[in-house]
């Protein structure tokens, strides 16, 4: 079993920036993808970025250039760095995780199939201004 518990969420102004952090503990498969999912009121979650244990990264459009996904293996954290922060960034932030089969462990995760992740995360909840 694997618990994940997310830190980092607050309030930002648009162009500001927050990370997030996300400690995995328990067991994790040594093949894995981790990720973060994000869901604002009355709209479907959406996969915001992943990375699998062998560092293949996946983003969504709307992010890419402006938010950072990384890991810390010694720690067992995954970070979410956001720069450029828009209001429409605005929602609950979720760390997920899923064991891979050794052979997709080099493959970006596909951040639509949020419902292939085992884990989550309680989530943090990040709020942009204009």
């Known amino acids: 079993q694997v618990q994940l518990v997310e830190s980092g969420g607050g309030s930002a102004q648009s162009g500001g920036s927050l990370r997030l952090s996300c400690v995995a503990s328990?067991?994790?498969?040594?093949?894995?993808?981790m990720g973060w999912f994000r869901q604002a009121p009355g709209q479907e979650r959406e996969g915001v970025a992943a990375?699998?244990?062998?560092?293949?990264?996946s983003y969504v459009d709307s992010v890419k250039g402006r938010f950072t996904v990384s890991r810390d293996t010694a720690t067992r954290t995954l970070y979410l760095e956001m720069d450029s922060l828009k209001p429409e960034d605005t929602a609950m932030y979720h760390c997920?995780?899923?064991?891979?089969?050794?052979?997709?462990?080099?493959?970006?995760?596909?951040?639509?199939?949020?419902?292939?992740?085992?884990?989550w995360g309680q989530g943090t909840q990040v709020t942009v201004s204009s």
């Open positions: 990375i699998t244990s062998a560092g293949a990264i």
């Open positions: 328990g067991y994790i498969a040594s093949d894995y993808c």
């Open positions: 997920a995780a899923k064991p891979l089969p050794l052979s997709l462990r080099g493959v970006p995760c596909d951040l639509d199939r949020w419902f292939d992740f085992d884990y």
